[in-house]
Nanobody
Framework: VQLQASGGGLVQAGGSLRLSCAAS????????MGWYRQAPGKQRELVAT???????NYADSVMGRFTISRDNAKNTVYLQMNSLKPEDTAVYYC?????????????????WGQGTLVTVSS
C-alpha cells in the first residue's frame, strides 16, 4: 500500500493551494483519512481528518480556511487551503487507516504519505 501526496508549492500569503493524496495497492477499504503537518523545529500536528462517511474534524488554526474532502471511488483525499498564512508553512503529510485482507480475515493499519512542502511567503 502506498500513499502519494502532491500539490505543495510556494504561494503568497492570502493565496490558495490544493493538496491531493491517492492511496494505491491491495486495499479492501479505507476508514479515516487525514492531513498532518510539521513545521521546522516543531512536532507534527493534526490539520484535518475525514471519516469514510464524510464527517470532518479540523484544527482550530485552520478552521474556516481549509476544507478536507475525499473521493472514495478514487481512494483519494484532498485538502483545499485558502487564505494561507506564513504560519501554514510546513511539510504536509497525508494519513489513512487502511483495511487489507490478511489470511482469512482483515487487518487495519495506518499509512503515511511521503510529505509535500507548502511554503507561504509574506
Amino acid at each position: 500500500v502506498q500513499l502519494q501526496a502532491s500539490g505543495g508549492g510556494l504561494v503568497q500569503a492570502g493565496g490558495s493551494l490544493r493538496l491531493s493524496c491517492a492511496a494505491s495497492g491491495r486495499i479492501f477499504s479505507i476508514n479515516a483519512m487525514g492531513w498532518y503537518r510539521q513545521a521546522p523545529g516543531k512536532q507534527r500536528e493534526l490539520v484535518a481528518t475525514i471519516t469514510s462517511g464524510g464527517s470532518t474534524n479540523y484544527a482550530d488554526s485552520v478552521m474556516g480556511r481549509f476544507t478536507i474532502s475525499r473521493d472514495n471511488a478514487k481512494n483519494t483525499v484532498y485538502l483545499q487551503m485558502n487564505s494561507l498564512k506564513p504560519e501554514d508553512t510546513a511539510v504536509y503529510y497525508c494519513y489513512a487507516d487502511i483495511e487489507r485482507r490478511s489470511g482469512y480475515g482483515f487487518q487495519t493499519s495506518g499509512y503515511w504519505g511521503q510529505g509535500t512542502l507548502v511554503t507561504v511567503s509574506s
